[in-house]
């Protein structure tokens, strides 16, 4: 790979996960951190970017989960500071329950990043086993499973992630370009609109 794709990725060796949203229940941060935990990854760090209503839940359950010291919460960002923060990621986790947008989607895509969502909505269209895992949601202790067999599977196997990545940012170079352009009317879309 070029230069480019790597510069952002800090050396420490650990494997980071990334979800990016406003903090609401439906968006399963939750089920991400809940997995997260149960996926027990020595050398793994989960990175939460954004805020709202449920960041003191998100807490006390990471707390709970006794992962505290692999959890890191950004608090709300400007759109390109959250973009170094994806940069710096090895997965997207976004197991929201009913997502219309692919937006983050999309943008973990054309940065070379595999994705772990929910098989639901707009996140079953954009990511397919080429690109990432879109998990079969038929229970809540299933999908828990099923996202921390993903997440473990990820870490342990670099050249999967490559592959994945890869896959994902021709997907959303070629096939997705529309889904872009349609999410014009969201205001994240015109503030991205100008480096493009």
Known sequence: GGLGEHVARPAD??????SVGRLLHWKGFHFGLEAFAKAAIPNAEF?????GPEMERLQVLVDRLGIREKVTYTGEMPWRDGLKQFQAADVLVHPSVHDSGGFVLLE?????????CLK?????????????????????????????????????????R?????????RAV?????ARKAQ???????????RS
Request: hydrophobic share 45%; aromatic share 6%; no cysteine.
């Open 120 to 160: 639901l909505g707009g996140p079953g269209v954009y990511v397919n086993d080429t690109t990432g895992f879109a998990i079969e949601a038929r229970s809540i202790p299933q999908v828990i499973d099923d996202l921390a067999a993903a997440m473990r599977q990820l870490a342990v196997d670099p050249a999967l």
């Open 162 to 170: 490559k592959r994945l990545g890869d896959a994902g940012h021709q």
């Open 108 to 116: 973990a895509m054309e940065m070379h990043k595999p994705v772990v």
């Open 47 to 51: 990175v939460i970017v954004g805020n």
């Open 174 to 178: 070629t096939e997705f370009t529309w």
């Open 184 to 194: 014009d009317t969201e205001h994240i879309y015109r503030e991205v609109a100008g």
């Open 13 to 18: 060796g650990k494997v980071r996960f990334v």
